[in-house]
């Protein structure tokens, strides 16, 4: 129900966007976040925005570097990532949460998209 877009191969210091949104317009969510997994790694959160008044959580390695944000009107969050660094190298997962309460862990959330690739060289 969630469809990520905007992966891409990049190299280090270069910004990249991603989006998410729910593929049909009645889905409605409380809040929503980014997660990623790297190869070989667990799953882990990234940021974490509610939809109604755009608190934003974010993860420390990504703080200052990446901006999570929404547009309620075609329910689409984006994640913006600016100065990328190897390490970001994961496959980026958008997760939506009908509760109001709760953020960070993945049981917060009750939907998950497919994912996309997003890969960083030095």
């Known amino acids: 129900q969630l469809i990520e877009s905007g992966g891409g191969f990049l190299q280090a210091g270069a910004s990249l966007r991603l989006s998410c949104a729910p593929s049909?317009?009645?889905?409605?969510?409380?809040?929503m976040a980014w997660f990623r997994q790297a190869p070989g790694k667990e799953r882990e959160f990234v940021a974490h925005i509610t939809q109604t008044d755009g608190n934003t959580y974010y993860t420390e390695s990504v703080r200052g570097r990446f901006t999570i944000s929404r547009v309620n009107a075609n329910k689409t969050v984006y994640l913006q990532m600016n100065n990328l660094k190897p390490e970001d190298t994961a496959k980026y997962y958008c997760?939506?949460?009908?509760?109001?309460w709760g953020w960070g862990a993945q049981g917060d959330y009750d939907y998950w998209g497919q994912g996309t690739q997003v890969t960083v060289s030095s």
């Open positions: 997760a939506a949460s009908r509760r109001n």
């Open positions: 049909e317009r009645t889905f409605s969510y409380y809040s």
